[in-house]
């Protein structure tokens, strides 16, 4: 069973940190670019980070640079999203899911959520004093 889930998520308080971790079963996910997603109650889902397959090429969402940090482990099939400092405004359900087709990460504005495939099912994370 194809399947991606994540996890690390929960209640911190603003100037905290957390790192989320991507985990997949089922499949590898060595040739994929994987991106990281929230969306937050009454809000669309916002495209937050997104790493190549090789890990060469990351984009983030203005909203998250210099606080937030992507990486993969392709030996242990999982991506870590890195959240320092962080704010009330960055509480949302976070997501992982990757990227389908041919992908460019380098020179990327945006990230569109049509443009991934596989899901998983989010991990809350609440910041909150």
């Known amino acids: 069973q194809v399947q991606l889930v994540e996890s690390g998520g929960g209640l911190v308080q603003p100037g905290g940190s957390l790192r989320l971790s991507c985990a997949a079963s089922?499949?590898?996910?060595?040739?994929?670019?994987i991106g990281w997603f929230r969306q937050a109650p009454g809000k669309e889902r916002e495209g937050v980070s997104c790493?190549?397959?090789?890990?060469?090429?990351?984009f983030y969402a203005d909203s998250t640079k210099g606080r937030f940090t992507i990486s993969r482990d392709n030996a242990k099939n999982t991506v870590y999203l890195q959240m320092n400092s962080l704010k009330p405004e960055d509480t949302a359900v976070y997501y992982c899911?990757?990227?389908?087709?041919?992908?460019?990460?380098?020179?990327?504005?945006?990230?569109?959520?049509?443009?991934?495939?596989?899901w998983g099912q989010g991990t809350q994370v609440t910041v909150s004093s």
């Open positions: 089922g499949f590898t996910l060595d040739y994929y670019v």
């Open positions: 790493i190549s397959s090789s890990g060469s090429s990351i």
């Open positions: 899911a990757t990227a389908q087709g041919v992908y460019r990460v380098r020179g990327r504005a945006t990230m569109v959520p049509s443009d991934f495939g596989s």
